[in-house]
């Protein structure tokens, strides 16, 4: 996906209300960004580091720039390397409907009609997608954004505790027990990402619900993410191990 206007750069300074990031321009000017990330984003805020961000250009908006990515320090074998982490979790939804369009997650390809934000479920959520075709079971596609890396390529989720992510599990396995198909998809934005697992010293009820959801036969799909200042663009399949040794 491209940006509409390419993004700038400027130096993270802190974030604070969840919401809030202060940063700093080249020139030293201080500037308030909206940080749309409701998780703790643990291991992605590094005061110093580059970041880069969207402005709308709309002036009745009290933020009107928003936090789009990081520059991350990843330590691969022992050696710090610089990653970027798309940090705007509303992106995900956009880059795994453009990715399943473009028919190319071989385990989808067969759905034509893809609907949004669909209510469903004994507990009244709402599904990021819904997949449907004629002969085709329907299938009901939950999309997470995976940004906390914990070095040589692996990537946990969740980055905090999230009883909202449990009850999707839940309601997942309810739509394969219905006899339907579910998909827990992980939109991995972090290049420093080459594996996922789940994060269970954070989250160990979010944990034991995923590993009823697989055990039900929902299934797990990630993919990763290159990213620059002009696009950010899921292009290749990363494997999902349920047990990190």
Same mark, same amino acid.
């Given at each position: 996906?491209?940006?509409?206007? =390419?993004?700038?750069?400027? /130096?993270?300074?802190?974030?604070?209300?969840?919401? $809030?990031?202060?940063?700093?321009?080249?020139?030293?000017?201080?500037?308030?960004?909206?940080? =749309?990330?409701?998780?703790?984003?643990?291991?992605?805020?590094?005061?110093?580091?580059?970041?880069?961000?969207?402005?709308?250009?709309?002036?009745?908006?009290?933020?009107?720039?928003?936090?789009?990515?990081?520059?991350?320090?990843?330590?691969?074998?022992?050696?710090?390397?610089?990653?970027?982490?798309?940090?705007?979790?509303?992106?995900?939804?956009?880059?795994?409907?453009?990715?399943?369009?473009?028919?190319?997650?071989?385990?989808?390809?067969?759905?034509?009609?893809?609907?949004?934000?669909?209510?469903?479920?004994?507990?009244?959520?709402?599904?990021?997608?819904?997949?449907?075709?004629?002969?085709?079971?329907?299938?009901?596609?939950? *999309?997470?954004?995976?940004?906390? +890396? $914990?070095?040589?390529?692996?990537?946990?989720?969740?980055?905090?505790?999230?009883?909202?992510?449990?009850?999707?599990?839940?309601?997942?396995?309810? $739509? *394969?027990?219905?006899?339907?198909?579910?998909?827990?998809?992980?939109?991995?934005?972090?290049?420093?990402?080459?594996?996922?697992?789940?994060? /269970?010293?954070?989250?160990?009820?979010?944990?034991?619900?995923?590993?009823?959801?697989?055990?039900?036969?929902?299934?797990?799909? +990630?993919?990763?993410?290159?990213?620059?200042?002009?696009?950010?663009?899921?292009? /290749?399949?990363?494997?999902?191990?349920?047990?990190?040794?």
């Amino acid at each position: 996906m491209k940006y509409a206007n =390419p993004l700038q750069e400027a /130096r993270f300074l802190r974030r604070y209300k969840r919401f $809030m990031a202060d940063v700093e321009l080249a020139d030293g000017s201080p500037v308030t960004l909206h940080c =749309p990330n409701t998780g703790s984003m643990k291991n992605c805020l590094h005061p110093g580091c580059r970041v880069w961000y969207s402005d709308s250009n709309n002036p009745k908006r009290k933020y009107p720039c928003t936090w789009e990515q990081a520059e991350i320090p990843v330590l691969f074998n022992g050696v710090e390397r610089m990653t970027r982490a798309g940090l705007n979790t509303t992106m995900a939804n956009y880059l795994v409907t453009e990715l399943i369009n473009g028919g190319l997650v071989p385990e989808l390809s067969s759905y034509q009609d893809i609907r949004q934000e669909v209510r469903y479920g004994s507990q009244n959520s709402r599904i990021d997608l819904l997949l449907r075709h004629n002969g085709l079971p329907d299938c009901y596609v939950e *999309v997470k954004s995976v940004t906390l +890396a $914990m070095g040589d390529g692996l990537g946990l989720f969740p980055d905090a505790v999230t009883s909202r992510g449990t009850r999707h599990l839940q309601e997942l396995t309810g $739509m *394969v027990n219905a006899g339907h198909r579910a998909v827990l998809f992980f939109c991995v934005q972090h290049t420093g990402i080459d594996h996922v697992s789940v994060a /269970r010293d954070i989250d160990p009820t979010y944990a034991n619900e995923l590993h009823k959801a697989l055990e039900a036969g929902v299934e797990v799909i +990630a993919w990763g993410a290159e990213m620059s200042s002009k696009a950010i663009t899921l292009t /290749r399949p990363v494997p999902f191990c349920q047990h990190v040794k």
